[in-house]
């Protein structure tokens, strides 16, 4: 559904995301995680066509579709959501989400009535009617969702969907995210809640100071030394082995 | 309800010069008509779609000398320097919007180049040959109907409500469109917007396209109620300032704003010259200070205001 390869981002003297290639399969959920400052964002932003790559190339569904602007690689049916949630704050929660509707509706009521199932289905119907700057943390994260979901994607970015939850919201979020993945949609998400990324996702990358240092199974990953020491530093795996050694004596 | 007072509001509007007789209110009138009718052009663009110009005056000028020159220069006639006019501030629309929406302008950055533009047309206006220079044009005076010019202010009148309700019509069309959700959404979020695929660039180009045109419009009707016009008037910043006030003093974003920012504004004005009688550039100082109050005070304007006490009013009645 999706191949990066070699994509690299330069801001300055910093190389936000160096030569990344991966694959995110139809019908699944795969995750991408990392150490802040990794290179996530960017990946979505270079992905999505917020941001032009320096090199590499972005293919969806076979398509090349690098340096395409953002709207065009919508109407393709791969859109993002922000980490930092944009909302059309003066707008009802329905409006924003007939916003996305109209991508294939040109009718005002079709797309009214469009955002309104699509409300149903994240859990937003009670709420059809508040202005979107009224909505709790949760609420906006889930009304961002709404939104992209409503532009009918084959491919769904979420980057952090979860961050600010609470449990009880986040176990919600969660079934949300599978229901759409069982409507066929394929999720690649950015995640920092290890629990989630652990009950999500069948295949996880990681990435650290702009490169990717490792791929596999959500359990295979957790035991992988580089990303022990991307999160809790140098030499942080060896420590952490000698460590297990010394009680298991 | 809401169709129950509009035509209402229709029968009234129609009566109105037979009940109040006097020229001097008739004027009044055409005047507040004449710049709801603007303001929500503005509305268009500033309004619905956040992009806020100060120099509409490039529009109004532009479909004022349009319709003024073809009519001279070349005996068209004044109806369709109505439709030509339109086509010209729709022209200039595309010219000023290509060029700042192309390389990102937004907010007062955009604000400016507007300002900017109609500065330098009314310079132009002011040395060109065919635009009669700084004396300006007169439009010979052939009274008829047919030639868009009336006896008394009833003709100017009928036109006026015609181009109000033209206007009004538009920003009620664009309330219950794609164009006009994107356009709100490209207002409230660009990025959100695009990411949900918005070609942000292509529907402020429509915003600006109408709001050019219908302001144009505006500008050949005033070629004809007063069958002069000059470089001051047509590109001024004057024109512009007025064309914003109306729309922020009623309401951004509102299809009544317009209308009632209008009245208001040009009642106020009215009064004011009244109490302290007509000094050069005395008009612009009240408008600065309107500007302010509503701006501080009441940033959604007097349809926010109506909005909000009916609201109170309708929670003291269910509890």
Known sequence: MLEVSGLTKRFGGLLAVADVSLRVPEGGIVALVGPNGAGKTTLFAMVS??????????AFAGEEITGLPPHLICAKGLVRTF?????????????????????????????????R????????????????????????????????????????????VMAGLNPTEMGAMIDVVKAIRDMGVT????????????????????????????DGAPGEIARTPAVIEAYLGHGAAARMVAQAVEASR | MARLGIAGGMIVALAVPYLIRSDFWLGFLITVLLFAAMGMAWNVLGGYAGQFSFGHAAFFGTGAYASAILHIGFGLNPWLGLAAAAVAGGLVGLVIGTLSFRYGLRGSYFALITLAFAEVLRILANTAEFTGGGVGLYVPLKVGVANLQFESKL??????????????????????????????????????????????????????????????????????????????????????????LVPIIGGLGTVFGPLLGSAVLHGAGELARRLVGDAPGLSLI???????????????????????????????ANA
Request: with cysteine; hydrophobic share 50%; aromatic share 8%.
């Open chain 1, 49 to 58: 066509g917020f941001i032009a790559p320096d090199s590499g190339s972005v």
């Open chain 1, 83 to 115: 980490q930092v949630v944009q909302p059309f704050g003066r707008l009802s929660v329905c409006e924003n989400i007939a916003v996305g509707a109209h991508l294939h509706l040109a009718g005002r009521k079709e797309a009214l009535e469009r955002a």
């Open chain 1, 117 to 160: 199932e699509v409300a149903e289905k994240v859990g937003m119907g009670p709420l059809l009617d508040r202005r979107a700057q009224a909505l709790t943390v949760a609420g906006r994260k889930r009304l961002e969702l709404a939104r992209a979901l409503a532009t009918a994607p084959r491919l769904l970015l979420l980057d952090e």
């Open chain 1, 187 to 214: 999720v690649f998400l950015i995640e920092h809640v290890m629990q989630a990324v652990a009950s999500l996702a069948e295949r996880v990358y990681v990435l650290n100071q702009g490169r990717l240092i490792a």
């Open chain 2, 155 to 244: 003709g100017y009148y009928y036109v006026a409500l015609g181009f109000t309700v033209l206007s009004l019509g538009v920003g009620w069309a664009l309330e219950r469109s794609r164009l006009g959700a994107r356009l709100m959404a490209i207002r409230e979020n660009e990025d959100a917007a695009r990411a949900l695929g918005v070609d942000t660039f292509m529907c402020k180009l429509q915003a600006i396209v109408i709001s050019g045109a219908l302001t144009g419009l505006g500008g050949a009707f005033y070629t004809q109620y007063y069958l002069y016009i000059d470089p001051g008037i047509a590109y001024g910043p004057g024109v512009s300032v007025e064309i914003l």
């Open chain 2, 286 to 316: 009240f408008y600065g200070a309107l500007l302010v109050i509503m701006v501080r005070f009441l940033p959604e304007g007097l349809m926010g205001l109506v909005w909000r006490l009916s609201r109170r009013r309708e929670r003291a």
